[in-house]
């Protein structure tokens, strides 16, 4: 089983990637980790990749595929591959049917956590943490029992992520949508394109991701 998992930044991709590996043993293949662990582990590609890194211009598709098949043979043809981040463009997806078909992968599902962006900015922007025991909270799904004091330490000091505010999740939402539209029609025209609620909770997305899978 290899399969694409896609989703915006926010929509739990990260947890549901780590439960396929978890559960069904799949490895899940992001190009950026992959790029630096090859050029730290010094192998014939990571070195191509730095030559190149390091003359300041972008990894081409050639040494990317590279780094893709290395791992696919590394992995062996029982486990299932999760990518992610990859591919990008409809040259990427081209040579990502090579290089599976060259060992006689196919692609099975290309699935998609969708979420209401609006929805997604309100779960990001009202997150919370207790700043003395790390304890997470949120303004509208999850305030603490007492006003102001932590439920676990009894803190009275909480903390936000710079980050979490709705300019950068709608910012985030943009580029992703940017860097999906390529390849998006490509799979929907061959039928691989299965959607998953992803505002629903963790367990339900989950059970939606292996129910696709388990069809
Ligand atoms: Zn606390």
């Not at 304890?135 to 803190?155: M, S």
């Not at 390849?183 to 367990?203: H, N, Q």
Request: charged share 30%; proline share 4%.
């Amino acid at each position: 089983m290899n399969i694409i998992l896609l989703g915006p930044p926010g929509a739990g991709k990260g947890t549901q990637a780590s439960k396929l590996v978890e559960e069904r043993g799949m490895v899940q293949l992001s190009t950026g980790d992959m790029l630096r662990a090859a050029v730290k582990a010094g192998t014939p590609v990571g070195l191509k990749a730095k030559a190149v890194m390091d003359a300041g211009q972008l990894v081409s598709d050639e040494i990317v595929s590279d780094l893709i098949g290395d791992k696919l043979d590394e992995m062996g043809p029982d486990k299932g591959a999760i990518f992610d981040g990859y591919p990008r463009t409809a040259a990427q997806a081209e040579s990502l049917d090579a290089i599976l078909s060259a060992r006689g992968r196919t692609l099975d599902h290309v699935i998609e956590l969708d979420v209401d962006e609006d929805a997604l900015v309100e779960r990001i922007t009202g997150r919370f943490t207790c700043a003395k025991c790390g304890e997470g909270y949120h303004d509208t799904f999850k305030q603490p029992k007492t006003e102001g004091v932590c439920d676990v330490c009894g803190g009275t000091e909480f903390k936000r992520r710079p980050d979490d505010n709705a300019e950068t999740v709608r910012t985030r939402m943009a580029e992703y949508r940017a860097k999906t539209a390529p390849i998006l029609p490509i799979y929907e025209a061959r039928g691989l394109v299965k959607r998953v609620d992803g505002m629903a909770d963790m367990g339900e997305v989950a059970a939606s991701i292996a129910a696709i899978l388990d069809a």
